[in-house]
């Protein structure tokens, strides 16, 4: 249950889920049913995301970390 709630949960320093940087999309959890949040609309081929969203996403966390790393610094 620990290893859950850490990877579908928003992260400071990188901005997004651990679950959102390796999957592309965050976690579908029981309470998210029980609540009758909606599922996302996105296409994925054959269940997982293409190499160019993820490659997007990796980058996207690289260069939030630089910005936040930069701002420690100050």
């Not at 949960?9 to 949040?37: I, Q, T, W, Y």
């Not at 996105?42 to 990796?58: E, N, P, S």
Request: glycine fraction near 8%; aromatic fraction near 6%; proline fraction near 4%.
């Amino acid at each position: 249950m620990f290893l859950l709630t850490y990877r579908s949960s928003k992260h400071e320093a990188a901005g997004m889920s651990p679950a959102e940087v390796c999957f592309g999309r965050d976690l579908r959890l029981l309470v998210d049913l029980l609540r009758g949040n909606p599922p996302e609309k996105k296409r994925l081929v054959g269940g997982c995301i293409g190499k160019r969203k993820t490659k997007q996403i990796h980058n996207q966390v690289l260069d939030w970390m630089k910005i936040r790393s930069e701002r420690m610094k100050i």
